[in-house]
């Protein structure tokens, strides 16, 4: 167990439609990073946020956004589903904001656009 | 862009061979990790080397990073069927963004 929680675990909805996946990042740490990883693909990053603000941004669509509230959990919202956005996004912690440390994964959240 | 290319895709082996994925960098790293995600599972971090040609062990776990801190591999000597999995790099630049590589998956015949 990473201590990284996300929920929900799948996710089935209709193209159009729009979601929110949620992340809790491990007691104590402050970056949080969103990828995302579609069949048998590579990790994308998407975004990351430290500490409440916004640090790096990946190749996340307009239609994609996130943010990391006071207890520093994050939600990443999706908007306009497209069939092309079905796919396992990771949510990701590390105790401080800087590249090149530890990242602890969370079990992902399989979304699946019908 | 920056990019992270990494080498081969899959990789198919006996069940004691040997097997080395390979990153490479269009860029200069600060350091690199390798991460390992098991099928249906999520990506674990393995290590991170900092250091102009370092090199660490974990076990059948060879890591090494390049001279110019451009490249890096993952050797495993005498692969078990508990090595299956994506093996992924990651590097970082020195921004705040880790820039994963594609990955390469291991499939081991017993």
């Known amino acids: 167990d990473s201590g990284v929680t996300q929920t929900p675990k799948h996710l089935i909805t209709a193209t159009g439609q729009r979601v929110t996946l949620r992340c809790s990042p491990r007691?104590?740490?402050?970056?949080v990073y969103w990828y995302q990883q579609s069949l048998d693909q590579g990790l994308q990053f998407l975004i990351q946020y430290y500490n409440g603000e916004e640090r790096a941004k990946g190749n996340i669509l307009e239609r994609f956004s996130a943010q990391q509230f006071p207890d520093l959990h994050s939600e990443l919202n999706l908007s306009s589903l497209e069939l092309g956005d079905s796919a396992l996004y990771f949510c990701?912690?590390?105790?401080?904001?800087?590249?090149?440390?530890?990242?602890?994964f969370g079990q992902g959240t399989r979304l699946t656009v019908v | 862009g920056q990019q992270v290319m990494q080498i081969p895709q899959y990789q198919h082996v006996q069940e004691g061979e040997d097997f080395t994925t390979y990153c490479n960098s269009s860029t200069t790293l600060s350091n690199i990790q390798w991460y390992k995600q098991r099928p249906g599972g999520h990506p674990v971090f393995l290590i991170q080397?900092?250091?102009?040609?370092e090199v660490k062990k974990q076990k059948r776990l060879t890591f090494q990073f390049g001279e110019a801190k451009k490249n890096s591999s993952l050797h495993i000597t005498a692969t078990q069927t508990t090595d299956v999995g994506t093996y992924f790099c990651?590097?970082?630049?020195?921004?705040?963004?880790?820039?994963f590589g594609a990955g390469t998956r291991l499939f081991v015949k017993a």
């Open positions: 990651a590097g970082d630049t020195g921004g705040f963004k880790t820039i």
């Open positions: 990701a912690s590390s105790p401080s904001g800087g590249g090149g440390t530890e990242a602890f």
């Open positions: 007691s104590g740490d402050l970056s």
């Open positions: 080397l900092v250091k102009s040609g």
